[in-house]
């Protein structure tokens, strides 16, 4: 089942497509996520060799959703102690088949030089 976000005006909403439209199942709060449209039906299983640095998109049961760049991964749920709070920037690596959390702070912009 292909899925998909639309962030707009502050909201979230988790459509899936069927019969060939998308169909909003769950609107929630945006929180920090930028305003777009996010395709995790191509989001790729995350390896747990890697580590990942990126914003928490969506999770769901199965799935927690985190984009990297351009790129989207989906790391199991269950190897998590708590659900990450979605917006949020974090570092996700893997110690026994299990995902060690820890905030990660992405700088973007370019500095004065001074």
Same mark, same amino acid.
């Given at each position: 089942?292909? =899925?998909?976000?639309?962030?707009?005006?502050? =909201?979230?909403?988790?459509?899936? &497509?069927?019969?060939?439209?998308?169909?909003?199942?769950?609107? &929630?709060?945006?929180?920090? @996520?930028? *305003?777009? /449209?996010?395709?995790?039906?191509?989001?790729?299983?995350?390896?747990?060799?890697?580590?990942?640095?990126?914003? @928490?998109?969506?999770?769901?049961?199965?799935?927690?959703? =985190?984009? /990297?760049?351009?790129?989207?991964?989906?790391?199991?749920?269950a190897?998590?102690?708590r659900? *990450?709070?979605?917006?949020?920037?974090?570092?996700?690596?893997? &110690?026994?088949?299990k995902? /060690?959390?820890? *905030?990660?702070? @992405?700088? /973007?912009?370019?500095?004065?030089?001074?």
């Amino acid at each position: 089942m292909k =899925q998909r976000l639309l962030v707009m005006n502050g =909201q979230k909403l988790v459509q899936s &497509e069927r019969n060939g439209e998308w169909v909003t199942d769950k609107v &929630e709060k945006a929180l920090s @996520i930028k *305003p777009g /449209i996010y395709n995790i039906h191509l989001a790729m299983a995350a390896n747990k060799s890697k580590t990942y640095d990126g914003v @928490i998109l969506h999770s769901d049961k199965n799935f927690v959703f =985190q984009q /990297i760049g351009k790129n989207f991964v989906k790391h199991d749920f269950a190897t998590f102690s708590r659900s *990450p709070v979605g917006g949020s920037n974090l570092h996700i690596r893997y &110690e026994a088949d299990k995902a /060690i959390v820890a *905030p990660t702070s @992405i700088k /973007i912009g370019r500095s004065l030089g001074r």
